[in-house]
Structure formats: structure tokens, C-alpha cells
């Protein structure tokens, strides 16, 4: 019998210890169309992903592959069966060629050695026909991550397979490759290919697929198609309830400058290059000012050149008249710097103390938290009582909470309402909304823009687009450690801001 | 009733005593077994005597010697309990050290060697300044002093190594322990301190109470009479109160932990991590020199001074007892004793019975194994709890990058 799905996961449940990560999840996947995964962080996306592709069994239900019921025990099951995953984070090896990372795993060899001859011809065939144009000899870690990622679906076209699972496969891509991926996948569903497109950017969504199914809390909310719904009816079936797409907020009434970077240099880490070059720039006071880029530009080392974690070689940083530039982390944060890390488990908390200990991490020393080098445990508590009741931020057993238990959401919320109250001129916001779910995106984004309205200055770093374009007053493009341009929001379009990303496009007007 | 025993286990501290509990009594009955397969496999073990045996291990402490019918007593033992005391000052202090350390994140192994310069720098003051003319009291807090001071600058090496370049401070701690141990040996053996007036003793210093520095009994004699114990046990146990507030009460005990905790997350915060991290193994060191102070002080004890093939064990000993007391400075003080007690265990087996002591030994290296080892299950459970199961293994790397899905994982926990 033929069936009209491909692949069907009936009745799925998986719980894990204390959670039931997909609770009675039933996802039919057509032959030949493209299928978008929508769910909020922890909504069962991934581990229903992760069942598929044998990474987990379930507890109940079953998987049909043609109308007929299939074991999936490990990924190798998955792959006899033709299904193949672009992970979020790919999966290549860095210093291998992209042919050999194409066939790493599938190699043809005759008495123990390699038959590349019949492997590359194979990989230009594929190549040439989906447009997935690839260096095949130059070495992985020297290539652009969209090419990356063209290695990765090739290895998936190498094995044959006919269900392409993507995994946020856009969230490092320029709006140019992007586009140019959405392409990639309407061909494959015009082939024939089922395509299972997991995301929660519901722009995509709308230009590409088929149909959408959308879990929530573990659990399935509907399929519906695409042609039928709309974006804010998605989101209120992701959250639960109607959602804030747009950022709501009046025009900027910028004032004086707050912060005034002249040609700061610093190093990189990584490379002999320096991650930024001569960088310079204003933010005043009441306007949000956004870095944008693709990630790995020079924003994260701008950041720590600003906020002290890095050295700068050369440059200057002066804040409210003061001349920063000298001083260590903890003279830069008393003078006026508040920041939301980029990282919130690496920098942002002591994931192992407490929510309280936490709240006063910059300000500990302050005499309204110590005497005479003493810490006043109960100012501690009565201060994080507040935050936690201004913020909103939820937790276990409030103030002696261990920070590790809390959800990303309320991490982040603790954070910015640390920063926050800290009350300086300057907020430095870094990706502050990475890993959120719409709901709390939106309350961050509200948090934000009432900062700028009480006239402090916002240095906003994001990688989001739709982040960018709405909640910027001015756009400063980042691209190889230099700002290659600075947009207005109101005038510029998001495939003109893709180009000074991609480093296509450059104006002289932001270095000045 | 049940709930509340239910509560008390749900605490992360109980778990905690308990696991160290468990390490303890395992260790004990594995020293059991021990005693009983030397008992077995050697003629000249009586089943009584290996029965003496294991009830020395369990209960040695409380062993009173043996009677005129050759039966093992039990009783009150004042003597045992004040040795016990005296032995275990020094461990408390080397087990603080270790631990202060543990709490910033560093790994102490270089109490051994600050131990040895402690000992030099105390001993040194203690013998040459004349009590005719200073108080004997005064040249003991200086003597004390000189050894917190030497071993806190004999810590602040590794840990300003490990600061300013980075280097790995176990490394560091092992080439200064040996470091120590050979100018340890060369400082007394170019000195005039080397004990001339018993000549049947080579390679002794003199002890202090020869130029007649010795810790105040503060009653310790009273109430343990015939024994060693002296008000050092009782300064060793102020001193792990005093840790006890610093590191939990105040403003430098919170940097400490945040650097240990999370140096990234220090830094960005605005700590000196590189300040911390020289400063707290100077204050290990100072309480590693301490205890050698306390220890040789005391006065009853003489120094072997050429040790540069050694390294004394209480220097070591204080990692299983930081260990077993989870780093805790108010346990380390109970864990210490123990320690001392497993020590006294040891002489009363080679006393009353044909084992010898070394069978301690094999008990607490089997607690120290299994203290490690408890910590690691401690550290593995809530991983466990949160991956769903040894299938979770399969898990790629790409779900445990802090990306979005990944929050599910802190969501769950």
C-alpha cells in the first residue's frame, strides 16, 4: 500500500525524569512537501527530532515509514532509512576537505584505501544540479559557514536520503543566503524530497513551507496549512495567548553623548588578525544603537573591549566625559557601565551559587550589602525580593534558588533586572534576547525600549534581524572587526542591511 | 515525622554527610576484611585475634589495652582520646587549607611543602630567640606568626604562578613541595638548631620546649590527662570557625567563591580573579604553616630535619580530610579528628594485636577513593537526571551548546 505520508510519528511520548518532553505527539510528514517544526524552547521539538533520528527511543507510539511501522534504535537506523539531519551546529571535521567530510562515514574503499575518484564525481553531480556551489578541496575550516552548511546538505544528498530533517538550519546565515537556501529547499520538495524545517522565525515559515505543526509545552497544538494561518495566529498558538510581534515605541529623542569610542583596536583571540579595527562611534543618551552583523565579525571583541574583559591595543573609550580607557572591569562598572553578556551561563551568573548572591555580583561591595567587610545577608534578601518581584523572575525557592535550576527565560530575566537596577548611563545588551521564547523576547524587549525612553544610552549587539530592524534607533553594521556602515532603521531594507553584513556593500560614513 | 526525614534527606548538606558517612563505613568494613584475609592467610593469627582485630578497627579508640587474662578492655581512654586531639591540630589545619583553596577553585596539593616551611620558619624563631629575654609566650605567637607568614608565602608561589601565567597549579604545587622539602634540609643542616645533647638521635632538631616554647595546655592536660594533647586542638578548631565566617560571611569569602565558582563570571563582574586566586593560597598556606606551628610547638615532638626524600603526610592527609568533609570548614574539623582517630587505631593495632598499623592506611585510602568517588556520583546525578539516561550518550554535542533548545535541559532540571 501506498501511503500519502512518508514518514509518520504517531501517539510519540518521551518523557524524561520529572518531564514530559513530547506528550502524545503526532507528526505526518507528506511525500514531497516542506514541513515547518514550530514550538518555544523546550516545547519537544528536538527530542522529537532526536526520536526520528534514533537518538532516543520513545515511550510510546510508533514511526511508519511508508505506511508501514519502523524501528529506529540509533541514527544508523535512521540512516537505512534514508533520513538525514542538518544540525544546528554542524557536524564537520575542520581540518578535512568538505569531499572528505561528505563521504566521512559512507567512503568507498578498495583493500583498505580510498576510492575518492567515483566519491567526487558523485558530490559535482549533486553539486551542479541543486546549485550547491562547494570548494571541494579547500579544508572545512577555511570555508564561510554558508558553505558549511552546503557541505552538510550534500552530505545528506551523498547517502541518499529522501527525508532532510533542518535544524535552524538559518540562524548563522546572511538574508541573501537565506534566501538562497529557501530556494535549495523548494527544489528538493519539487524533486520529490520531504523536508522537516524545525524554526521559530515565522517569517520563513510563511515563504516556504507546506504546513506547519506546532508543539507547545510537549504538546501538539494542531497542523495547520500554511496558505490558511498567519504569523500572530502562529505565535498565539506557540504561546498560548496573542503575542507583540512589533516593538511598540515612540521616535527617539537622543541628547547628549554618553559614549564616544574613538579607533579601538583589539586583538583576537582566535587569529593573528585584530578582531576589531579601529572602531569608532557615539551612543547618546534615550536611543538604542545596534551593532548588527553575522556572528564572529568583531562584536563579541568590541564588547569586551568596552566593557574591560579584553585589552584593547589602541583606542580610546570615553564615558560621560570620563576617560575609561585605563581602568580595570570593576572602575568601568562603578563608572557607569551596566551589561547583559552575550553569555549568560559563561559570564552573566555563578550558575552554582544562589539567585541572591547572584543579584549583587558586581555590587556586593556596596555598603548598602557589606560592613566593615561583612555581607548583610538580610539587605541581600530584602534586595533580591525585589528584583525578583519587579523583574518577574521565577524560580524554585526565590532567593536561595540555585541559579542552574532556573530556565534560560528567568535567568536572563535576573540579569537584566540586575543591570538594570544598577541604574548607570549605559547599557551595554548583548544578544539579550538569544534562547528566548516569543513571550519573553517581547518582555525584553519592552524592558529595552523603557531604558531608552528614561534616557539612557543602549548599545544593543544582535544577530536577529527582525530584532534589529525593530528595536534600533540607528544600525551600526559590523563586518570583519570594522563598521562598514551605519542605517536608519526607517529607511534601510533588511536585504540592504544583509549586504554590509555580507561585506558586500560598505559606506564610508560609520567610521568617521 | 516522615516528611521531615524526608525533607532533611532532600537537602543537598545531608546528602553530603551522608555520602561521606557511607566512604567512612565502607572503608572501615573493607579494613575489616583486610584484618580478616591476613588473619586467614597467615598461622600465627588466632580467630580470636582476628576478631581482636576487627573490633580495634571499629572501636579502637575506646580500647583500653589488654587485661591480665590477655583480653582486650574497653573503657573510657583519656590518653588515646588526647593523642587523638593532638594528632588531629595539624590535619584540621592542613584540611582547611586544602579546602579554602577547593573553594576557589584551586587544587592545594602544595599543603605538604608550606607545611615543611611552616615547620622551618616556626621552629627557627622558636630556638633561636633566647625566653631569658623575650617571654617564652611572645616568642611562641611569634614563632606561630612566622609560620602562618612562611607558608603563606610559599602558597602565594603557585598561586601567583598560576595568575599572572597560567600555569596549572597542581604542577606548581608538587615542584615547590619538593622545593621545600630540600631547603628544609639544607636550612637545618647548615643551622645550629641540630640536637647535640642526645647523641643517639642523628638528623633531630631540638625540640622548643628546650629553649621552653611550648603551646599553653588551656586545661587539655585536665581533662586528657597522660597524654600529648595540648590548646593547640583547641586554636585549630577557633580557626575553622574564623574560615568558616570568612568564607561564608564575608565580602572576600563571596569574591573567593565566585572566582572558584565561575572565573569568567568574576572577571565580568569586576573581581581581581588574579588577586583572589594568589591571595586565597596564601591563606591556605598560612593555614598549612599554621598547623605545623601548632603541631611542633607543642613542644613533646621532635623534627627530623634531612626530609628532603619525604614529604610529611600531614601535609597530604589534608586533601582526604578537606575531602570527606565536602570542604566544609565546620566538617573539616570532625573529618580531622577522624582522621587522627583512623591514626590512633593504627598504633593500637600494632600494640595489641600481631597486625600492624599500615592496615589504617589501607582504610583511609579506601575512604579517600571512595569520598572522590562519592563526590563524582554527587556531581553525576542531577547530569543524569537531566540527559534522561545512559540512551541520552547518543545525545550530539550540538544539543548541549547554549543555544536555544539547550535551555530545555535548565527547564528540566
Redesign the interface.
Given at each position: 500500500m501506498d501511503s500519502e505520508y512518508i514518514i509518520e510519528m504517531l501517539n510519540i511520548r518521551k518523557?524524561?525524569?520529572?518531564?514530559v518532553?513530547n506528550d502524545d505527539i503526532t507528526l505526518q510528514l507528506k511525500r514531497g512537501e516542506i514541513h515547518a517544526l514550530l514550538g518555544e524552547?523546550?516545547a519537544g521539538?528536538?527530542?522529537l527530532m532526536?526520536v526520528l533520528f534514533g537518538?532516543?527511543?520513545p515511550e510510546k507510539g510508533v514511526i511508519k515509514k511508508n505506511g508501514e511501522v519502523v524501528q529506529i534504535r540509533?541514527?544508523n537506523d535512521a540512516t537505512a532509512l534514508h533520513i538525514g539531519m542538518v544540525?544546528?551546529?554542524f557536524?564537520l571535521v575542520d581540518v578535512f576537505t568538505v569531499l572528505d567530510n561528505i563521504i566521512l562515514g559512507a567512503e568507498d574503499t578498495k583493500c583498505g584505501f580510498l576510492q575518492r575518484k567515483n566519491a567526487r564525481k558523485k558530490v559535482q553531480e549533486l553539486s551542479d544540479k541543486y546549485h550547491l556551489a562547494v570548494d571541494l578541496d579547500a579544508k572545512v575550516e577555511d570555508i564561510s559557514v554558508g558553505m558549511q552548511q552546503r557541505t552538510e546538505i550534500l552530505k545528506m544528498l551523498y547517502r541518499d536520503n529522501e527525508i532532510l530533517i533542518f535544524?535552524?538550519p538559518t540562524?548563522v546565515l546572511t538574508p541573501q543566503e537565506i534566501d538562497e537556501l529557501m530556494d535549495i529547499m523548494r527544489g528538493f520538495a519539487k524533486e520529490g524530497k520531504s523536508i522537516l524545517f524545525i524554526t521559530?522565525k515565522l517569517n520563513e515559515i510563511m515563504a516556504v513551507s507546506d504546513r506547519v505543526t506546532v508543539l507547545r509545552k510537549g504538546r501538539l497544538v494542531g497542523t495547520v496549512n500554511t496558505k490558511d494561518t498567519t504569523k500572530e495566529a502562529l505565535s498565539a498558538m506557540m504561546v498560548g495567548r496573542p503575542v507583540q510581534l512589533e516593538v511598540h515605541k515612540g521616535p527617539a529623542h537622543p541628547g547628549k553623548v554618553i559614549l564616544d569610542v574613538e579607533h579601538m583596536t583589539v586583538p583576537s583571540k582566535l587569529h593573528k588578525n585584530n578582531a576589531v579595527k579601529d572602531v569608532s562611534f557615539q551612543v547618546r543618551e534615550g536611543e538604542i544603537v545596534c551593532i548588527a552583523g553575522i556572528d564572529g565579525n568583531g562584536q563579541t571583541e568590541l564588547i569586551y573591549g568596552l566593557?574591560?574583559?579584553e585589552k584593547m591595543s589602541s583606542g580610546t573609550i570615553t564615558l560621560d566625559g570620563k576617560d575609561l580607557t585605563k581602568m580595570?572591569?570593576?572602575?568601568?562598572?562603578?563608572s557607569g557601565i551596566s551589561?547583559i553578556?552575550e553569555?549568560r551561563?559563561?559570564?552573566?551568573?555563578?550558575?552554582?551559587?544562589t539567585l541572591e548572591?547572584n543579584l549583587v555580583?558586581?555590587s556586593?561591595?556596596d555598603p548598602r550589602f557589606?560592613h566593615m567587610?561583612?555581607?548583610r545577608?538580610s539587605q541581600v534578601r530584602d534586595y533580591a525580593l525585589k528584583i525578583i518581584d519587579e523583574y518577574d523572575v521565577r524560580s524554585g525557592q526565590g532567593p536561595v534558588t540555585i541559579a542552574?535550576?532556573?530556565?534560560?527565560?528567568n535567568?536572563q530575566k535576573a540579569i537584566i533586572g540586575r543591570e538594570i537596577d544598577r541604574g548607570t548611563p549605559l547599557l551595554l545588551a548583548v544578544q539579550p534576547t538569544?534562547?528566548?521564547d516569543v513571550g519573553a523576547i517581547e518582555n525584553v524587549h519592552a524592558q529595552l525600549v523603557a531604558q531608552r525612553d528614561a534616557g539612557k544610552a543602549v548599545l544593543l549587539v544582535s544577530l536577529e534581524l527582525d530584532e534589529v530592524m525593530n528595536l534600533s534607533d540607528r544600525i551600526l553594521v559590523m563586518y570583519e572587526g570594522e563598521i562598514v556602515g551605519e542605517l536608519d532603521p526607517k529607511k534601510t531594507t533588511v536585504q540592504e542591511l544583509g549586504l554590509y553584513m555580507s561585506g558586500a556593500k560598505r559606506s564610508g560614513k560609520g567610521e568617521a | 515525622m516522615k516528611e521531615k526525614l524526608q525533607d532533611l534527606y532532600n537537602k543537598n548538606g545531608t546528602r553530603k554527610v551522608l555520602a561521606s558517612l557511607i566512604s567512612i563505613l565502607i572503608g572501615l568494613v573493607v579494613g575489616a576484611i583486610v584484618v580478616i584475609a591476613v588473619g586467614l592467610s597467615k598461622d600465627t593469627i588466632t580467630t580470636q585475634g582476628m576478631w581482636d582485630g576487627v573490633k580495634l578497627i571499629f572501636a579502637g579508640i575506646l580500647s583500653t589495652g589488654r587485661n591480665a587474662a590477655g583480653v582486650l578492655t574497653w573503657g573510657y581512654n583519656a590518653q588515646s582520646l588526647g593523642n587523638m586531639l593532638f594528632r588531629a591540630t595539624p590535619l584540621i589545619m592542613t584540611g582547611l587549607s586544602v579546602a579554602v583553596a577547593y573553594k576557589t577553585g584551586l587544587f592545594n596539593i602544595g599543603a605538604p611543602g608550606q607545611y615543611l616551611m611552616g615547620t622551618m620558619a616556626s621552629l627557627m624563631i622558636a630556638l633561636s630567640i633566647p625566653t631569658s629575654s623575650v617571654p617564652a609566650w611572645l616568642v611562641w605567637l611569634l614563632a606561630f606568626l612566622g609560620g602562618c607568614l612562611a607558608g603563606a608565602l610559599w602558597g602565594a608561589i603557585p598561586g601567583a604562578l598560576k595568575a599572572l601565567l597560567g600555569i596549572n597549579e597542581v604542577l606548581a604545587c608538587i615542584m615547590t613541595n619538593w622545593l621545600a622539602a630540600n631547603i628544609v634540609t639544607w636550612a637545618f643542616d647548615v643551622s645550629n638548631f641540630k640536637n647535640m645533647v642526645e647523641n643517639t638521635k642523628s638528623g633531630y632538631v631540638y625540640k622548643t620546649s628546650f629553649n621552653g616554647v611550648q603551646t599553653a595546655k588551656m586545661g587539655m592536660d585536665k581533662l586528657f590527662p597522660g597524654s600529648q594533647v595540648n590548646g593547640g586542638i583547641l586554636i585549630a578548631i577557633l580557626v575553622a570557625i574564623l574560615v568558616y565566617i570568612l568564607i561564608n560571611?564575608?565580602?572576600?569569602g563571596?569574591?573567593l567563591?565566585?572566582c572558584g565558582?565561575?572565573r569568567?563570571?568574576?572577571?565580568?563582574?569586576?573581581?581581581?580573579d588574579r588577586r583572589d586566586i594568589i591571595l586565597s593560597m596564601a591563606i591556605a598556606g598560612a593555614l598549612a604553616g599554621g598547623g605545623a606551628a601548632l603541631y611542633w610547638l607543642a613542644g613533646n615532638t621532635e623534627f627530623y630535619w634531612s626530609t628532603y626524600q619525604s614529604l610529611p603526610s600531614a601535609g597530604f592527609n589534608g586533601i582526604p580530610v578537606a575531602l570527606l568533609a565536602v570542604n566544609n570548614p565546620i566538617g573539616v574539623i570532625f573529618t580531622g579528628i577522624f582522621m587522627a582517630m583512623l591514626d590512633i587505631v593504627g598504633v593500637q593495632l600494632t600494640g595489641y594485636t600481631a597486625y600492624n598499623e599500615y592496615i589504617t592506611d589501607v582504610i583511609i585510602s579506601v575512604i579517600v577513593y571512595l569520598s572522590a568517588f562519592s563526590l563524582v556520583i554527587q556531581m553525576m546525578l542531577p547530569k543524569w537526571?537531566?540527559?534522561?539516561?545512559p540512551?541520552?550518550n547518543?545525545?550530539?554535542?550540538?544539543?548541549t551548546?547554549?543555544?536555544?533548545?539547550?535551555?530545555?535541559g535548565?527547564?528540566?532540571?
Open positions: 518523557e524524561f525524569p520529572g518531564i518532553a524552547n523546550g521539538k528536538s527530542t532526536s537518538l532516543y527511543q540509533d541514527p544540525h544546528q551546529h557536524k535544524d535552524e540562524a521559530h566593557s574591560g574583559l580595570s572591569i570593576h572602575r568601568r562598572n562603578l551589561h553578556p553569555d551561563h559563561k559570564h552573566g551568573l555563578v550558575l552554582d551559587d548572591n555580583l558586581q556586593y561591595q557589606q567587610g561583612f555581607i545577608s542552574r535550576s532556573m530556565s534560560g527565560g535567568q538569544r534562547g528566548l | 560571611k564575608t565580602t572576600l563571596y569574591e567563591k565566585a565558582a565561575n569568567h563570571a568574576a572577571r565580568y563582574a569586576g573581581i581581581n537526571k537531566k540527559k534522561g539516561g540512551n541520552a547518543a545525545e550530539p554535542a550540538a544539543k551548546a547554549p543555544k536555544p533548545e539547550t535551555e530545555k535548565d527547564k528540566e532540571a
